[in-house]
């Protein structure tokens, strides 16, 4: 099947300009002005610019967590991912605790099988290092996992200790891969935790007293010195605050190998969301938690000015009423207590437009920037690129036919999240996907659902990632 996207303005994180494009089956052909091929179905842009489609580097689709499940599955997640643009995301397996890393390898591709329909590959979290598992690690590569996650917070659950952190580090600096942290001081929140408790603190609002910025930043700080030993490249997931954002800064001035993201919610939800009345605030509880506002402007400056690499979303959505008319349990588990809501935050589909129009329309950064940590960025740290993250001869043909005049009012009434609620309800963005493609095959035309499930490929990554 031949495709022409004609007249559109193509933007990549390093141009910007006026071309056709034409698709042979899953990939770019062809870059140029005025292309012709007969019996190709032409789709006419004009007006519209073609974006690289979205990758996400942080969802939590279908993962057992907070004595429940994450609401989406590889079904509906992926597409709702698509109805926001994005065409791949990597997901976090977790090695069962006792068991192997294959095995939860094995997991999580049985969760993804006959549903994905966008592109998608795997992190595997660490959760039980024994001698047995420091050797299996190098035996990802060839699962094309290539990218080794670690909470340091979670306690009694996800968390691991310095040994382990250190370890893992050696054994993915030896073998090319990539660590990944949740940078929290898990000790300090559990005692933190404990405290409140003992006072009676049982509110939602309770969730940020519970985990301070300065956790966040000394688990960081931690995670960036233990990569300056080790030589391990590190990628912090989730930062949310001006305190950790300078650790890593101080991190990369020493030269050392360290590169972080933040998630959209960062720059949009506050602590003051947490403390709203009844029992409100629980849908925004997610660790680390939201934090002042003082901290957004650091954030985006941290995203333009390449502190920070990517935008990625931590989707890992409950329902605010779950546990009837046939939904699983969800937020309403924590009613009792903050420490017991199901910490995660919906947003897979609001990503690319909210970060577009806060971003670009608002003049924080280019079209260009917003590519690069969008998509270039998270396919170059995390071993996809030239295949995916650019609209490139060769590259599969993602692309994202963008309206960027076209507004939007985000509602969960309308978005295709499994959730009943949405962090940026009744917020109206400028710049908007009109039709997006998977490898050359439109799955998104407008309001239309063209994707199917059983189609999306799993991506096998190469290790040696780029430190940018
Ligand atoms: O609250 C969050 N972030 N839930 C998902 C798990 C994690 O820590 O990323
Ligand atoms: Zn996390
Ligand atoms: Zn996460």
Same mark, same amino acid.
């Given at each position: 099947m031949t495709t022409i996207i004609k007249n559109g303005t193509i933007v990549t994180a390093s141009d910007t300009v006026q071309a056709d494009v034409l698709i042979d089956g899953e990939q770019v052909a062809l870059i140029g002005r005025d292309l012709q091929a007969d019996d190709a179905e032409v789709i006419d842009a004009t007006g519209k610019l073609l974006l690289p489609g979205g990758i996400d580097v942080h969802t939590h689709l279908d993962l057992p967590f907070g004595g429940t !499940? +994450?609401?989406?599955?590889f079904l509906t997640g992926h597409r709702a991912a698509a109805f926001g643009a994005t065409t791949c995301h990597i997901d976090f397996v977790i090695q069962p605790m006792g068991g192997t890393l294959h095995e939860g390898v094995e997991e999580w591709h049985k969760k993804a099988e006959g549903k994905a329909s966008i592109d998608y590959g795997f992190h595997i979290a660490i959760t039980d290092l024994r001698d047995d598992v420091m050797e299996e690690i190098p035996t990802m590569i060839d699962e094309g996992i290539t990218s080794l996650k670690l909470f340091m917070a979670y306690k009694g659950l996800f968390q691991i200790d310095d040994t382990t952190l250190f370890r893992a580090m050696l054994r993915a600096a030896e073998h090319g891969m990539l660590i990944m942290v949740h940078a929290e001081n898990g000790d300090v929140i559990a005692e933190l935790t404990k405290k409140l408790l003992n006072e009676?603190?049982?509110?939602? @609002?309770y969730h940020a007293a519970a985990h301070p910025a300065m956790a966040e930043a000394e688990a960081t700080g931690r995670a960036v010195a233990l990569s300056g030993i080790t030589g391990a490249p590190l990628y912090v997931v989730h930062m949310t605050c001006e305190e950790a954002v300078e650790q890593l800064a101080l991190g990369r001035a020493k030269g050392f190998p360290v590169m972080g993201e933040t998630c959209t919610q960062y720059m949009f939800v506050f602590e003051e969301h947490l403390a709203l009345p009844n029992y409100e605030g629980a849908k925004y509880v997610c660790s680390p938690p939201v934090r002042k506002r003082k901290d957004a402007p650091v954030l985006w400056k941290a995203l333009a000015d390449n502190t920070l690499q990517a935008v990625s979303t931590d989707h890992c959505p409950f329902w605010f009423? /779950?546990?009837? &008319?046939?939904r699983i349990p969800g @937020? &309403?588990? /924590?009613r009792e207590s903050f420490h017991q809501v199901p910490n995660g935050m919906p947003g897979i589909e609001d990503r690319m437009p909210v970060m577009w129009h806060h971003g670009v329309n608002m003049g924080r950064y280019s079209a260009n920037r917003f590519v690069e940590i969008t998509s270039t960025n998270p396919a170059k740290i995390f071993g996809l690129y030239p295949r995916k993250g650019t609209i490139a001869? /060769? +590259?599969?043909?993602? !692309?994202v036919i963008w309206d960027p005049e076209k507004e939007h009012t985000i509602s969960a009434k309308t978005h295709?999240? %499994?959730?009943? $609620? %949405?962090? $940026? &309800?009744g917020m109206t963005v400028r710049g908007w996907p009109e039709r997006v493609l998977l490898r050359g095959k439109t799955i998104v035309d407008g309001d239309a659902w063209l994707g199917q499930p059983g189609t999306g490929q799993f991506l096998k990554r190469s290790p040696g990632a780029e430190v940018l």
């Amino acid at each position: 099947m031949t495709t022409i996207i004609k007249n559109g303005t193509i933007v990549t994180a390093s141009d910007t300009v006026q071309a056709d494009v034409l698709i042979d089956g899953e990939q770019v052909a062809l870059i140029g002005r005025d292309l012709q091929a007969d019996d190709a179905e032409v789709i006419d842009a004009t007006g519209k610019l073609l974006l690289p489609g979205g990758i996400d580097v942080h969802t939590h689709l279908d993962l057992p967590f907070g004595g429940t !499940i +994450a609401s989406d599955d590889f079904l509906t997640g992926h597409r709702a991912a698509a109805f926001g643009a994005t065409t791949c995301h990597i997901d976090f397996v977790i090695q069962p605790m006792g068991g192997t890393l294959h095995e939860g390898v094995e997991e999580w591709h049985k969760k993804a099988e006959g549903k994905a329909s966008i592109d998608y590959g795997f992190h595997i979290a660490i959760t039980d290092l024994r001698d047995d598992v420091m050797e299996e690690i190098p035996t990802m590569i060839d699962e094309g996992i290539t990218s080794l996650k670690l909470f340091m917070a979670y306690k009694g659950l996800f968390q691991i200790d310095d040994t382990t952190l250190f370890r893992a580090m050696l054994r993915a600096a030896e073998h090319g891969m990539l660590i990944m942290v949740h940078a929290e001081n898990g000790d300090v929140i559990a005692e933190l935790t404990k405290k409140l408790l003992n006072e009676g603190k049982t509110d939602t @609002k309770y969730h940020a007293a519970a985990h301070p910025a300065m956790a966040e930043a000394e688990a960081t700080g931690r995670a960036v010195a233990l990569s300056g030993i080790t030589g391990a490249p590190l990628y912090v997931v989730h930062m949310t605050c001006e305190e950790a954002v300078e650790q890593l800064a101080l991190g990369r001035a020493k030269g050392f190998p360290v590169m972080g993201e933040t998630c959209t919610q960062y720059m949009f939800v506050f602590e003051e969301h947490l403390a709203l009345p009844n029992y409100e605030g629980a849908k925004y509880v997610c660790s680390p938690p939201v934090r002042k506002r003082k901290d957004a402007p650091v954030l985006w400056k941290a995203l333009a000015d390449n502190t920070l690499q990517a935008v990625s979303t931590d989707h890992c959505p409950f329902w605010f009423e /779950g546990g009837k &008319e046939g939904r699983i349990p969800g @937020k &309403e588990l /924590g009613r009792e207590s903050f420490h017991q809501v199901p910490n995660g935050m919906p947003g897979i589909e609001d990503r690319m437009p909210v970060m577009w129009h806060h971003g670009v329309n608002m003049g924080r950064y280019s079209a260009n920037r917003f590519v690069e940590i969008t998509s270039t960025n998270p396919a170059k740290i995390f071993g996809l690129y030239p295949r995916k993250g650019t609209i490139a001869v /060769g +590259a599969d043909a993602d !692309i994202v036919i963008w309206d960027p005049e076209k507004e939007h009012t985000i509602s969960a009434k309308t978005h295709h999240m %499994n959730t009943d $609620y %949405n962090v $940026y &309800e009744g917020m109206t963005v400028r710049g908007w996907p009109e039709r997006v493609l998977l490898r050359g095959k439109t799955i998104v035309d407008g309001d239309a659902w063209l994707g199917q499930p059983g189609t999306g490929q799993f991506l096998k990554r190469s290790p040696g990632a780029e430190v940018l």
